[in-house]
Nanobody
């Protein structure tokens, strides 16, 4: 069983930047696609970004493309999300997730089998 722990959330002004981290343990991190999702109050969980096991393929949700960057460090079992040009619509709980199946891409909720507890990001106007 894999454990995922997000950190780095907080309060930021619109136009600012924030960096999230997700530390993992309990499974061979380097063989699984990792992803970030977010969920705002009253809304469904939304895909933010994913990165394949080797870091060669990156995918982004349409609303964050060009502003957010996902990366990973397989040496320390951590995935990151750098968020630039934040706006109030980015306010949400951000979740880290690990794919269910090794060596397979993943971009939708059902592709992922393990989730962190989330970290709150609040963007003020």
């Amino acid at each position: 069983q894999v454990q995922l722990v997000e950190s780095g959330g907080g309060l930021v002004q619109a136009g600012g930047s924030l960096s999230l981290s997700c530390a993992t343990s309990g499974r061979t991190f380097s063989t699984y696609t990792m992803g970030w999702f977010r969920q705002a109050p009253g809304k469904e969980r939304e895909f933010v970004a994913s990165i394949t096991w080797s870091g060669t393929i990156l995918n982004y949700g349409g609303s964050v493309k060009g502003r957010f960057t996902i990366s990973r460090n397989n040496a320390n079992n951590t995935v990151y999300l750098l968020m630039n040009s934040l706006n109030v619509e980015d306010t949400a709980v951000y979740y880290c997730a690990a794919a269910k199946v090794p060596f397979r891409g993943a971009t939708i909720v059902t592709d992922f089998g393990s989730w962190g507890r989330g970290t709150q990001v609040f963007v003020s106007s």
